[in-house]
Structure formats: structure tokens, C-alpha cells
């Protein structure tokens, strides 16, 4: 993986909390269901945060400054990074914040890794 600079360590992370500890009356997180839209090829956002693809196949789900791999947004700000790179960084950030269900995010980001690691 490319050597991230602070601020966008700090994109990712603060997108990836959002999503960890956003919910609404029948959903405790929505990072596994984020999880789970990224490995069929679909992006996924909430008020403050998202992560997309430059693959979704709806087109108005891809960011304009998208043109290839894995966005993570949070307040307005983005970082990009190629398909394996993102699912990495995502991956790593779970494995670095204990969550409940944490087996079950893990086994998601394996997904995911192993879904975009031929994308690049």
C-alpha cells in the first residue's frame, strides 16, 4: 500500500468511524452494511460519510472526481485510492478497532480483500 499522508489516514478513519457508530431504529451500524454493498460492487454513503467505487454500476452512486479505485468521503473531504489499497485500508482499520460482531466484519473485509485484490 501506498504511503498515506495524516490527513488522509485521518479521512479514512473518521469515515469508517461514522459509518461504525451511525445507526438508525432497526440498523445497530452501518458499517456492515456498508461492508457488504462494496463487495457486490456498490457504493455506500450516509450524511457525513461514504465509500464508492469507481465500478458501481450506478452511475450516479460515483463521485465526479472518481475516476478510478476507492473513494472514502467524510465531511466533505476524500481520498482516493486504487481498488486493493482501499480494501486494505479498510480491512487494517477494522482489524485495529474491536467492534461488536467483530468476527463477522473481519470475515466481510477477507471478502473484500480477496474481491478487489485482482481490480488493480
Known amino acids: 500500500m501506498n ?3 495524516l490527513r488522509q489516514k ?4 473518521n469515515c469508517l468511524l461514522d459509518l461504525k457508530d451511525s445507526s438508525s ?8 452494511v456498508a461492508l457488504d454493498k462494496l463487495v457486490t460492487s456498490e ?3 450516509i450524511d457525513m460519510s461514504g465509500i464508492y467505487l469507481s465500478t458501481d454500476e450506478d452511475f450516479e452512486n460515483i463521485p465526479e472526481y472518481l475516476k478510478e479505485g476507492i473513494a472514502f468521503e467524510f465531511m466533505g473531504e476524500h481520498v482516493v485510492l486504487p481498488f486493493s489499497d482501499g480494501a486494505s485500508a479498510i480491512s487494517s482499520w477494522c482489524d485495529n478497532n474491536a467492534m461488536l460482531d467483530r468476527d463477522s466484519i473481519l470475515l466481510k473485509c477477507k471478502t473484500l480483500r ?7
Not at 10 to 13: D, F, K, L, R, W
Not at 25 to 32: A, H, V
Not at 114 to 120: L, P, V
Open 114 to 120: 480477496a474481491r478487489f485484490s485482482t481490480e488493480d
Open 10 to 13: 485521518s479521512i479514512i478513519h
Open 3 to 5: 504511503t498515506l499522508t
Open 43 to 45: 457504493g455506500f454513503g
Open 25 to 32: 431504529l432497526t440498523i445497530p451500524s452501518f458499517l456492515p
